[in-house]
């Protein structure tokens, strides 16, 4: 069974950092492009990074360019989020997931996802 699980979510105040975590199990990720996305109470789910199979490129969301970053570690199929200089417009639920084809900014591309981590930021 296929299977992306996060974790690292929690309350943190604005200003600070968190790190996110999304362990995959039941395949190897290590040649599949992996995003994150997050999504508000009322909002739609949005495009927040992504990281090309074998990390080559990544990319982000203009509102987190410069505060977060993706990185991977092949060995442990994990993905991570690195989150600093938090915002309270940050608060949402965050997913990883895995892409098999199409863009990286769009959530129809992606095929596995993950159960969700709650990040909340206190101004």
């Known amino acids: 069974q296929v299977q992306l699980v996060e974790s690292g979510g929690g309350l943190v105040q604005s200003g600070g950092s968190l790190r996110l975590s999304c362990a995959g199990s039941?395949?190897?990720?290590?040649?599949?492009?992996m995003g994150w996305f997050r999504q508000a109470p009322g909002k739609e789910r949005g495009f927040v990074a992504f990281?090309?199979?074998?990390?080559?490129?990544?990319g982000y969301a203009d509102s987190v360019k410069g505060r977060f970053t993706i990185s991977r570690d092949n060995a442990k199929n994990t993905v991570y989020l690195k989150m600093n200089n938090l915002k309270p417009e940050d608060t949402a639920v965050y997913y990883c997931?895995?892409?098999?084809?199409?863009?990286?900014?769009?959530?129809?591309?992606?095929?596995?996802w993950g159960q969700g981590t709650q990040v909340t930021v206190s101004s």
């Open positions: 997931a895995a892409r098999v084809s199409g863009s990286a900014y769009s959530p129809l591309s992606y095929e596995y």
């Open positions: 990281s090309s199979a074998g990390a080559y490129t990544t």
């Open positions: 039941g395949r190897t990720f290590n040649n599949v492009a």
